[in-house]
């Protein structure tokens, strides 16, 4: 089965059913590719075969643009995990419970970590740029609240206004938070989205998140993936309980949100887009060192 990549240039405009909006995903890639080692840089320049500074960003909306084709239908479900949990009350994400049969984000990150890792080295070169792809996507995708959330389909089942737009609250969290904080985005979103992670770069090395990132790889191994994106998807799912749906849905359906809610919003959603960059980093310098480590011991 042939994947026609140039055909699907259309499908980017479709409605955003899920995922961070293309800004989110793209300022994500930047800040992941200011922490990469060298050797992870050129390691993954070679395999997606872009040897520019923007090797991750010019993949990281791929996955959403595959979604909607034939070929894609079935990467649909690995976008999210839907929580079964009962916010603002409890907010929890159990495997078990939430991942489904068909999969879900952290189950596809299990799978594609995997496959990229590729031990018995089974698989053609095309299934570990996808694979690699997969994952720049999924990372970033676990880290937006309502990607960990079941209720009203992740919010898209409950509208309300932005800044006088009708739209509904997973678009407004994937997108219009986000896009806000920098003034608005018109246009290809890759030179303010290039900005935004230089800005959140500098709050990582020497700014506000500068004394906690320590703390953000606490738990990471690729010895247990699920372990490490259930950490990711719990931290992230928490925000349901307190900033997204704080008095629960109902009181927030029809209202405005771009004033005060906002005000209360804008932090969560800058802390998780520079967490969810700098955590892929150390991710993909994880599996750059495995897989030379296991080329060197075929030698
Ligand atoms: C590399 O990515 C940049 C940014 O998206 C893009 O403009 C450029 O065409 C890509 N290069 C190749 C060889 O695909
Ligand atoms: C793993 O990825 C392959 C290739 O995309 C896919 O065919 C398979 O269904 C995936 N398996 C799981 C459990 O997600």
């Known amino acids: 089965m042939k994947l026609s990549v140039p055909l699907l240039a259309g499908a980017a405009v479709l409605p955003s059913v899920a995922a961070w909006g293309g800004f989110g995903h793209i300022t994500i890639a ?28 010019n993949v990281a909306t791929w996955a959403d643009n595959i979604r909607y084709t034939k070929w894609g239908h079935f990467t ?30 952290i189950s596809a990150l299990q799978n594609y970590t995997s496959r990229l890792i590729d031990a018995d080295g089974l698989l053609p070169a095309i299934e570990h740029e996808q694979a690699a792809k ?13 990607h960990t959330e079941d209720v009203a389909k992740g919010g898209n089942g409950i509208h309300v206004k932005f800044d006088h737009k009708f739209l509904n609250l997973h678009h407004v969290w994937d997108t219009s938070i986000a896009e806000k904080i920098v003034g608005g985005v018109r246009g290809s979103p890759y030179g303010a989205a290039r900005q935004f992670a230089d800005k959140l770069v500098d709050d990582i090395r020497t700014g506000k998140y500068q004394a906690e990132t320590k703390n953000w790889l606490n738990g990471i191994s690729l010895d247990d993936v699920e372990g490490t994106a259930l950490i990711w998807a719990r931290e992230s799912n928490a925000y349901v309980c307190t900033h997204v749906l704080p008095q629960g849905p109902k ?49």
């Open 251 to 299: 009181a927030i359906m029809g209202q405005e949100l771009g004033s005060s809610y906002y005000d209360d919003a804008a932090p969560v959603v800058e802390i998780q887009i520079a967490r969810a960059g700098f955590r892929l980093a150390a991710w993909l310098d994880l599996l750059s060192a495995k897989i030379a480590s296991n080329k060197a011991g075929e030698l």
């Open 76 to 105: 649909g479900p690995f976008h999210f995990i839907d929580a079964k949990d009962d916010p603002p009350s409890s907010c929890d994400v159990i495997m078990e419970r939430d991942c489904k049969s068909e999969g879900c984000v």
């Open 30 to 57: 930047y800040v992941a590719s200011n922490f990469v080692s060298d050797h992870t840089a050129t390691h993954f320049q070679t395999l997606l075969r872009n040897q520019s500074s923007d090797y991750l960003a």
């Open 134 to 146: 997969f994952i720049i996507h999924f990372v970033s995708d676990m880290h937006q609240p309502l």
